[in-house]
T-cell receptor, first 114, second 110 residues
Framework: KAGVTQTPRYLIKTRGQQVTLSCSPI?????VSWYQQTPGQGLQFLFE???????NKGNFPGRFSGRQFSNSRSEMNVSTLELGDSALYLC?????????????FGSGTRLTVV | GQNIDQPTEMTATEGAIVQINCTYQ??????LFWYQQHAGEAPTFLSY????GLEEKGRFSSFLSRSKGYSYLLLKELQMKDSASYLC???????????FGRGTSLIVHP
C-alpha cells in the first residue's frame, strides 16, 4: 500500500511569508501527527489530528496551525515565517495514534527561510 | 515534562555488536519506541517496549527497565547499512504522544 506522502519535498521562503505543507497518510489511517526536526532540538511535536479534530498540541507559537480533512489528509500552516523555522517538517501516520506499531513517517518537507 | 538522554555518537566495526542506551525521566509511562533514521530520510519504526524485558526482532533487540528509566537497543552482526541515527522515544500520560530523544548517530566502519 502507498506510504505517507508529503508535499512539497523542498521549499524556500522569505521571512514574513507564510507556508502550507501537505500530508497524505496511509489509506485507512486516521491519525496524523506533525513534527519539526532540527539538528539542535531533534524531533519536536507540533500537533496531532484525528478524525478532523486536533487531539493534541505541542509547545509551538500560534503561528503554527494545522487542519485535517475528511479524507484524513492534513495540512500545516506557518505564518509570518522566521529564520528559526528552517527545519525538516515530518508527518507521521497511524491508525489510532502511536501504539505498538509505531508511526509511519513521510519523507518530510525541508523548509528553508531566508 | 520528560527528559530523554542518549549518547550523541557511537562508532562500531562491521560484524560487531553495539548497544545504544537511552535513559528517561517521566511520569505515567506508557511505552518506549526506537526508530532508525538514515541521513536525509524519514525515521522508520524499529521496536516498542511496554513491559520490562528484552524484545528480539532479528538482528535488533530492545530492552526496557521501567523501574530504572532505562532502555537499550542492541544491534548484532553490524552491517555498513546500519550507519544511521537511532532515536529513542517515550510515550507517557493520557495523550500517548511520544517525546523523542535527540538521537544517537551510529557510524559503522569496515
Amino acid at each position: 500500500k502507498a506510504g505517507v506522502t508529503q508535499t512539497p519535498r523542498y521549499l524556500i521562503k522569505t521571512r514574513g511569508q507564510q507556508v502550507t505543507l501537505s500530508c497524505s497518510p496511509i489509506s485507512g489511517h486516521r491519525s496524523v501527527s506533525w513534527y519539526q526536526q532540527t539538528p539542535g532540538q531533534g524531533l519536536q511535536f507540533l500537533f496531532e489530528y484525528f478524525s478532523e479534530t486536533q487531539r493534541n498540541k505541542g509547545n509551538f507559537p500560534g503561528r503554527f496551525s494545522g487542519r485535517q480533512f475528511s479524507n484524513s489528509r492534513s495540512e500545516m500552516n506557518v505564518s509570518t515565517l522566521e529564520l528559526g523555522d528552517s527545519a525538516l517538517y515530518l508527518c507521521a501516520s497511524s491508525a489510532m495514534g502511536q501504539g505498538e506499531n509505531g508511526y509511519t513517517f513521510g519523507s518530510g518537507t525541508r523548509l528553508t527561510v531566508v | 515534562g520528560q527528559n530523554i538522554d542518549q549518547p550523541t555518537e557511537m562508532t562500531a566495526t562491521e560484524g560487531a555488536i553495539v548497544q545504544i542506551n537511552c535513559t528517561y525521566q517521566t511520569s505515567g509511562f506508557n511505552g518506549l519506541f526506537w526508530y532508525q533514521q538514515h541521513a536525509g530520510e524519514a525515521p522508520t519504526f524499529l521496536s516498542y517496549n511496554v513491559l520490562d524485558g528484552l524484545e528480539e526482532k532479528g538482528r535488533f533487540s530492545s530492552f526496557l527497565s521501567r523501574s530504572k528509566g532505562y532502555s537499550y537497543l542492541l544491534l548484532k552482526e553490524l552491517q555498513m547499512k546500519d550507519s544511521a541515527s537511532y532515536l529513542c522515544a517515550v510515550s507517557s500520560g493520557g495523550s500517548y504522544i511520544p517525546t523523542f530523544g535527540r538521537g544517537t548517530s551510529l557510524i559503522v566502519h569496515p
